[in-house]
C-alpha cells in the first residue's frame, strides 16, 4: 500500500514556470509507476503524464510536450511535474497516482485513470493571465 501527498500548487502567473512534487509513503516508491493527471472542476480528470519505476521511460500526453517535464527521485520517494509557461488553461487540481505498470502508450488510451491504484487528493494551481 502507498500513500500520496502533492504539493506545490499555488496561484502563478501565466509565462511563468511552477514545479508540483509528489511525495509517497507506505509503500516501496521504486517499485510504483507513476503518473500525473490535473482537473477542472466539472470536468474529466485528464492525463498529462506518466514514467515508468526506474524514471528511465516518460510520455506525456501530446498537448503537454514541450512545456511539462516528468521526474523522479526514488531515494526521496518523490516524483515531480515541472510546468514552464504557465497558460491560463493550466489552472486546474493536480494528482498524482501509482500503479503496477507503464506503458510509453498510456496516454492514449481511452481511460488513462483506470491504470492507476492510488492516488493522492490533489494540489490546486491557479494561472494569473
Known amino acids: 500500500q502507498v500513500q500520496l501527498v502533492e504539493s506545490g500548487g499555488g496561484s502563478v502567473q501565466a509565462g511563468n514556470s511552477l514545479t508540483l512534487s509528489c511525495t509517497a509513503s507506505?509503500?516501496?516508491?521504486?517499485?510504483?509507476?507513476m503518473a500525473w493527471f490535473r482537473q477542472v472542476p466539472g470536468e474529466e480528470r485528464e492525463f498529462v503524464a506518466a514514467i515508468s519505476w526506474s524514471g528511465t521511460s516518460s510520455t506525456s500526453a501530446d498537448s503537454m510536450k514541450g512545456r511539462f517535464t516528468i521526474s523522479r527521485d526514488n531515494a526521496k520517494n518523490t516524483m515531480y511535474l515541472k510546468i514552464s509557461s504557465l497558460k491560463p488553461d493550466d489552472a486546474a487540481v493536480y494528482f498524482c497516482?501509482?500503479?503496477?505498470?507503464?506503458?510509453?502508450?498510456?496516454?492514449?488510451?481511452?481511460?488513462?485513470?483506470?491504470?492507476?491504484?492510488?492516488w493522492g487528493q490533489g494540489t490546486q494551481v491557479t494561472v494569473s493571465s
Open positions: 507506505g509503500g516501496t516508491f521504486s517499485s510504483y509507476a
Open positions: 497516482a501509482a500503479g503496477n505498470y507503464y506503458s510509453d502508450g498510456v496516454g492514449g488510451l481511452a481511460n488513462p485513470a483506470a491504470m492507476y491504484d492510488y
